[in-house]
């Protein structure tokens, strides 16, 4: 039988409040895909809750180091560096261990934007970054119905398994 494993990823970042010292995204990026006229959030990368808990999820399935462990947020060279980056390099140290992606789904919990509008696109980009099957890349959207800070639309937060294969 074939050697897999399973893994979970998990993120959040608040929405940008435009304070003087904050640092972050003006634009709101999701699994690479720009959210047209949405407030950008908090963050030392680009703040792509969706590539960072895939990026999370497929390091943990082969208990490699976490996200933050290989992009500390306080180093000036990776300042402002694209997810989509971040994901490459963490599924190239998965790819060295001889394993490949079976499927990952996502969950994006946001009082805003509407995740089905950007589904489509945003499954695509993602199939796109590792060079998979589209089919295999899963994305839904859920409020929290009003209820604690990402109801109250202060952040926004994404889970995701995947199952990967050697
Ligand atoms: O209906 P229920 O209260 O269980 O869930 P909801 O949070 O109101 O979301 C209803 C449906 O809207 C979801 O199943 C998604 O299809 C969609 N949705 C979305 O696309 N993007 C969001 N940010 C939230 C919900
Ligand atoms: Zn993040």
Redesign the pocket.
């Known amino acids: 039988m074939d050697n897999i494993r399973i893994g979970i990823g998990y993120d959040i970042h608040r929405f940008m409040e435009f304070t003087l010292f904050e640092k972050g995204s003006k634009s709101l990026y999701l699994g690479g895909v720009l959210i047209e006229d949405h407030v950008g959030v908090s963050a030392h990368s680009d703040g792509d809750v969706v590539l960072h808990s895939l990026t999370d999820a497929i390091l943990g399935a082969l208990a490699l180091p976490d996200i933050g462990a290989l992009y500390p947020d306080n180093l000036k060279t990776t300042e402002g560096i694209k997810s989509a980056d971040i994901l490459k390099h963490a599924y190239g140290l998965v790819k060295a261990e001889g394993f490949r992606l079976i499927n990952a789904d996502i969950v ?10 950007y ?1 489509d696109r945003m499954r695509e980009s993602i199939a796109g970054i590792l060079r998979v099957d589209k089919s295999h890349i899963n994305i ?6 009003g209820l604690d800070a990402v109801g109250k639309q202060k952040g926004i937060e994404c889970h995701c398994v995947c199952l990967l294969s050697s």
């Open positions: 994006v919990i946001t009082q805003t934007p509407k995740i089905s509008a589904k839904k959207g859920k409020t929290k119905e």
